[in-house]
C-alpha cells in the first residue's frame, strides 16, 4: 500500500512558477515509479510527467516539455513538480502517482494522492 500526499497548489500569474510536492509513504515506495497527472474542468485527466523509481529516467508530455522538472528524493520519499513559465492552460488539479512499473502516457497507475489545485490567471 502507498499513499501520497500533494501540496504546494495556489493561485499565480502566467509566467510565473510553482513547485508541487508528493509525500509518499508505504514500506517500498522507494522502489515505485511515480508521475504527475492533471485534470482541468471538464477534461479528462491527462498525463503530465513521470519519474522512475531512481529518478534514471523522467518523460514529459509535449506540453509541459522544457517547462517543468520532476524529481525524486527517496530519502526524504518526496517527489515533487517544478512548474516554470506556466500557462493559463495549465490550470487544474494535479495528480501523483505511484506505480510498481515506470509508465508514461494513458497507462494506469496503481495509486493516486487526492490532487492540489493549479490556477493561472492571464
Known amino acids: 500500500q502507498v499513499q501520497l500526499v500533494e501540496s504546494g497548489g495556489g493561485s499565480v500569474q502566467a509566467g510565473g512558477s510553482l513547485r508541487l510536492s508528493c509525500a509518499a509513504s508505504g514500506r517500498t515506495v522507494s ?43 527517496n530519502i526524504k520519499n518526496m517527489v515533487y513538480l517544478q512548474m516554470n513559465s506556466l500557462k493559463p492552460e495549465d490550470t487544474a488539479v494535479y495528480y501523483c502517482a505511484a506505480n510498481p512499473t515506470f509508465e508514461v502516457g494513458g497507462h494506469p497507475y496503481e495509486y493516486w494522492g487526492q490532487g492540489t489545485q493549479v490556477t493561472v490567471s492571464p
Open 31 to 73: 522502489s515505485y515509479a511515480l508521475g504527475w497527472f492533471r485534470q482541468a474542468p471538464g477534461k479528462e485527466r491527462e498525463f503530465v510527467t513521470a519519474i522512475s523509481w531512481s529518478g534514471g529516467s523522467t518523460y514529459y508530455s509535449t506540453s509541459v516539455n522544457g517547462r517543468f522538472t520532476i524529481s525524486r528524493d
